[in-house]
């Protein structure tokens, strides 16, 4: 039982290339979200999805894309990157999402946009 | 719009010596407001889930408190150990399934 695993864990870019942060649960969680964490601004909601097939934004989603094929799955894509989207990414999955609050987290995915 | 705001900053405590962290929060009815602890590196660990005013809930040298406009986490004769980040979250029932964050609180406990 993995929990949520993150790939990649370190990734360097530069300002407009695209990339995909991945994100993969096998608790069979329902919930799924991503936030992204800068200094001094605690944990900013990026998109979530309430489950396959099912997405909604965020505080924070211009720049992102997410889809949600599978339960397991939530992959985050930056179109075109920006050094202000520099940041430690992380993944987060709940079985009952907002109703609990319980969520679990991902070691996190840490970005340099060049 | 909901938002959690999460004071002091920074608290820096000797070992064994008492204190509580505030959370205060704006929500359309709430439906549940959450404590996260985070240590460098790491991912945030689930502590706590608070429902309505007045609702308790304890975890070893923690306690969170909450009323209609904030929330407290007690520190009792805390450890080394208990230091980090900690963190406060919302939901409220007007924000569809978002869970918002505030910025934390950095608790350094000294030998």
């Known amino acids: 039982n993995a929990g949520v695993t993150q790939t990649p864990k370190f990734q360097v870019l530069k300002t407009g290339q695209s990339m995909t942060l991945q994100c993969a649960q096998d608790m069979n969680h329902e919930y799924m979200s991503w936030y992204r964490q800068d200094p001094g601004m605690g944990l900013r909601l990026i998109h979530y999805s309430v489950g396959a097939g099912i997405t909604d934004q965020g505080e924070v989603p211009n720049g992102y894309n997410v889809s949600r094929s599978t339960t397991e799955d939530f992959p985050l894509r930056l179109l075109s990157a920006a050094p202000s989207q520099t940041s430690v990414y992380f993944c987060?999955?709940?079985?009952?999402?907002?109703?609990?609050?319980?969520?679990?987290f991902g070691e996190g995915s840490r970005l340099t946009v060049l | 719009e909901d938002q959690v705001t999460q004071s002091p900053e920074a608290l820096r405590l000797q070992e064994g010596e008492s204190s509580s962290l505030n959370c205060s929060y704006t929500v359309s009815g709430l439906r549940g407001l959450f404590w996260y602890r985070q240590d460098p590196g790491k991912g945030p660990e689930f502590l706590f889930t608070?429902?309505?005013a007045g609702e308790e809930k304890e975890k070893e040298r923690l306690k969170a408190t909450l009323t209609k406009k904030e929330s407290f986490l007690h520190i009792t004769a805390p450890k080394p150990e208990d230091s980090a980040t900690y963190l406060c979250a919302v939901s409220g029932y007007s924000s569809a399934s978002k869970i918002i964050f505030g910025s934390g609180t950095r608790l350094s406990i000294r030998p």
């Open positions: 608070l429902y309505s």
């Open positions: 987060a999955s709940s079985y009952e999402g907002s109703r609990t609050g319980e969520l679990f």
